[in-house]
Each structure stands twice: as C-alpha cells, then as structure tokens.
C-alpha cells in the first residue's frame, strides 16, 4: 500500500535512524540523520529530544535521484517522484522558470524540475521526424487526457501546444542569437542544441543547421553563464559538438568508429560531461524493456499504457549492438569524463518511442551502467552528485548538512546489487516525506 503526506511544517524535525547511508558519493559512517523542515539539519551526531524517530531497520538511505535527460510533463513528474527521482532535467520542452510558474503552481506531489526550453534546431529538423503529422491531437494524448484532473489536463494540453506550435526559426547566425535570448528571457536554466541527421533515428537526410550558426549560438548562451548540452547520437556530431565548445553531450554516441579514442581523448581534454541515456540506445536498437516492465515493482506504480510503451522499442537502427555502447562509455568513464544518468523519455505515452518510462528508466540505466561496467557506486554517483554538481544545483544530489532533504530509503543494499534501487521504503521530497511503502 502507498500514501501520500502532506508538506513538512518548516519547524518539524525527523530523524531517520539506524540505516546505512550512501551520501552521494561514498558509505559513511553515521548510522542516522536529521532533518528540520526542508533542509538535513545533521548527518550523525545528537538527536534533538523532540525530534520523531524513523527507523530505518539497516536499510539504504541515498539522496533523491536525478535524471538528467527528459521531456516531461506533470504526469511524469508525478511518476517519478513515485521511483525516488526528485529532481528531472527537462532538454526541450515547457518547464522553465516562467513555464513552472504557470503550470506547476500549487501542484506538491510531483519532483522537481529544470529546463532547456525550446531547444535549437533547424526548420523540420530534430524532433520534427518524432511528432504526429497535422495539427489533430492524435489518440495517445486524448486517451491521456481523460485520466487526468482538470488541472492536469489543461497543463498537459500547454505542453503539447508548445511541442507542436510553429517553433521559432533558426536559419540565421541573428536568428541563432535571437533565440537564445528568447529561452533565457523565458528563464530556461540551460540550452539546448540538436545535431541530428536523422540515420539513428530512421530518418536520413533531417536538416541540420550549419556550424557556424551553432557555434554562435553556443558562444551566446555562455555569454548568459547558461550550459549548453548537445542533441548527438553519432562520433561524427559528438565531434562536432565539442569542436563547438558545447558542456555536455545529451547522449552517447551510438557507433565506434576508427577514430573513438581520439574522440573520447578530445571530449575528456573538453570537460564536458555525457549523458549517454543507455536506456534509449538499447530502444534504438530495437531492445524493450520487458524485464523492468515485468519487475513487480515497476508494474505496481505504472499505468498499463506506460507499461505498453516499456514493452516495445523505437527499433530505428537494428543493425546497432549495445557491445559498442558499453564500450563507449566505460571509455569515456576511464578517461575521466562525467558521465550523468538520464533517459530521453516522452512527456506522455508515445506508441512509437518505447522502452522508456518515467522514473523506473532511471533505475534501469543505473542497471545498464553496472552492466557496461560501472562499480554500482559510480552508477549512483551518476545519479546523485555527479548530475547536481554538473548542473550547478548545490542544494541537492548529496546527503550533507544543509543539503535539501530529498532522500530515499531502500530496502536492500545496492552497493551490492544495484538492483536493490527498486525496492524504495519511503521517499523525502524537500522534507516532506511523500511516499511510505509498505512491504508485506
């Protein structure tokens, strides 16, 4: 059984006892934490007397995950927070600081979320190929919408009217920078730019806008002290992209070619970091995600149709294979590149882009990064500190005095089996604890 809490009183003060504590990088020593309000108060130390005492009963307690590549929507906030993801980084879509004031207000039971805003892209470039032809709201959406309260409803329809409105031109270095200070007007947190010729995504020959108009538009937006992470899906625009001076690449490029080492050498001398998104590597490879669509504890927190988009894959470029993936990135992990956990999952259950959900995508990446060969520390890492501290979010990611208490308390160890990430106790969210879970 699960249940929702209401918001912590900003003068209540909770310890969590008696558990083993992954702080974001490493096992520490103290057994407990405080915290008072929204805020971990003490890691260790005294209990206040008047504090209430939760015990922990030896399991896990981590800091609230984060994915750092999504496109989302209030339903997928929601469905996150439900797998301990507090915190989603959206990379083209509606919620930046102007968007989150109009839609998320008075909304408490969903994660966190930062935004790119629009992204860059040419005139029916990237995504352009991923989204319904016409202006009719296809079937998914309606069908989505008829669960969904009014509030929700009229939120979702915000963000499918911004996906699908005449995105503003990019064909010029002056459009290039116009649009840049749209998105930071708007009060998007970081920039997005799409280097996507579309043979990933079955779909050769996408437009792409020229090297200078987006170097341009890289060199504006780090006039604004903005991020800006790169749409790349293959070696040659992952090159392209750093050669830019681009901080991330939003994906990890999907061949390996004769030239990889030189690429990750060039990329590591950079110091951008990599959300390599395995998840959605092994879905572009035609791989669903039958097995975490099956695990209990996924299926119990899904809606059947996420469960649906689980079970199928995008299968746009069968002739991949995950070997070169792995390779990829444990490659770039030993050269000492960032690597963050993200997924690419829709706002909204698409039919044609599978193998991804909200929240357990991320529990299936940190599986995959183990896999590829990750210690399950560094899978966390990529989930917890290395995500916030990339993105400059101080407040969180760590388990720290002074840090955000969104925490997450599982029942297992997954220093040992990562796996164990899943079996989620109970979820702090700002100090609030918003989910308990009762295990039978």
Same mark, same amino acid.
């Given at each position: 059984m699960e249940k929702l809490n209401q918001n912590a009183r900003l003068d209540e003060i909770t310890a969590i006892t008696n558990v083993r504590i992954f702080d974001g990088y490493q096992i520490?020593?103290?057994?407990?934490?405080?915290?008072?309000?929204?805020?971990?108060?003490?890691?260790?130390?005294?209990?206040?007397?008047?504090?209430?005492?939760?015990?922990?009963?030896?399991?896990?307690?981590?800091?609230?995950?984060?994915?750092?590549?999504?496109?989302?929507?209030?339903?997928?906030?929601?469905?996150?927070? =439900?797998?301990?993801?507090?915190?989603?980084?959206?990379?083209?879509?509606?919620f930046t600081e102007r968007g989150r004031e109009i839609q998320l207000k008075n909304v408490d039971d969903i994660a966190d979320v930062r935004s790119a805003g629009?992204?860059?892209?040419?005139?029916?470039?990237?995504?352009?190929?991923?989204?319904?032809?016409?202006?009719?709201?296809?079937?998914?959406?309606? =069908?989505e919408l008829e669960k969904l309260s009014e509030e929700d409803r009229e939120a979702m329809l915000a963000a499918y009217a911004h996906d699908h409105d005449e995105i503003p031109q990019v064909t010029t270095v002056e459009e290039a920078i116009k649009h840049v200070h749209t998105?930071?007007?708007?009060?998007?947190?970081?920039?997005?730019?799409?280097?996507?010729?579309?043979?990933?995504?079955?779909?050769?020959?996408?437009?792409?806008?020229?090297?200078?108009?987006?170097?341009?538009?890289?060199?504006?937006?780090?006039?604004?002290? =903005?991020?800006?992470?790169?749409?790349?899906?293959?070696?040659?625009?992952?090159?392209?992209?750093?050669?830019?001076?681009?901080d991330g690449l939003g994906h990890l490029f999907i061949d390996r070619p004769e030239y990889t080492s030189e690429l990750v050498k060039s990329i590591a001398n950079s110091g951008a970091f990599v959300t390599p998104c395995l998840v959605l590597n092994s879905s572009i490879i035609g791989n669903p995600a039958s097995e975490l669509a099956n695990d209990p504890r996924v299926h119990s927190k899904l809606s059947p149709d996420w469960i649906d988009i689980l079970n199928s894959s995008f299968n746009t470029f069968p002739q991949g294979n995950m070997e070169n993936s792995f390779k990829n990135v444990m490659d770039l992990h030993r050269a000492g590149v960032d690597i963050l956990v993200g997924t690419d999952v829709a706002p909204v259950p698409v039919p044609n882009l599978g193998g991804l959900a909200h929240g357990a995508s991320v529990h299936h990446e940190m599986q995959l990064?183990?896999?590829?060969?990750?210690?399950?520390?560094?899978?966390?890492?990529?989930?917890?500190?290395?995500?916030?501290?990339?993105?400059?979010?101080?407040?969180?990611?760590r388990i720290t005095e002074g840090a955000r208490a969104d925490l997450i308390l599982i029942n297992g160890d997954p220093i040992t089996n990562i796996s164990d990430t899943l079996s989620i106790k109970s979820v702090w969210f700002n100090g609030s604890q918003k989910l308990v879970v009762y295990i039978s």
């Open positions: 520490i020593v103290p057994r407990h934490i405080v915290i008072k309000g929204v805020s971990i108060i003490s890691v260790g130390g005294d209990i206040p007397s008047d504090a209430t005492i939760i015990d922990g009963e030896n399991a896990t307690l981590m800091p609230g995950l984060i994915d750092a590549h999504v496109h989302t929507s209030i339903g997928g906030l929601r469905d996150a927070l =439900k797998f301990g993801v507090t915190t989603e980084l959206e990379m083209n879509g509606d629009t992204a860059i892209t040419a005139p029916g470039g990237h995504p352009d190929e991923l989204l319904p032809d016409g202006d009719e709201i296809p079937e998914f959406v309606l =069908k998105q930071v007007e708007n009060g998007s947190d970081y920039i997005k730019i799409m280097i996507e010729e579309g043979t990933v995504m079955g779909a050769p020959g996408l437009p792409v806008l020229s090297d200078e108009i987006l170097k341009t538009a890289v060199t504006e937006a780090h006039k604004f002290d =903005k991020l800006v992470i790169a749409h790349v899906l293959t070696a040659l625009s992952s090159k392209a992209a750093i050669d830019f001076g681009v990064l183990v896999k590829a060969g990750f210690t399950p520390i560094e899978a966390l890492q990529a989930a917890t500190s290395k995500p916030a501290r990339c993105f400059g979010l101080h407040d969180r990611g």
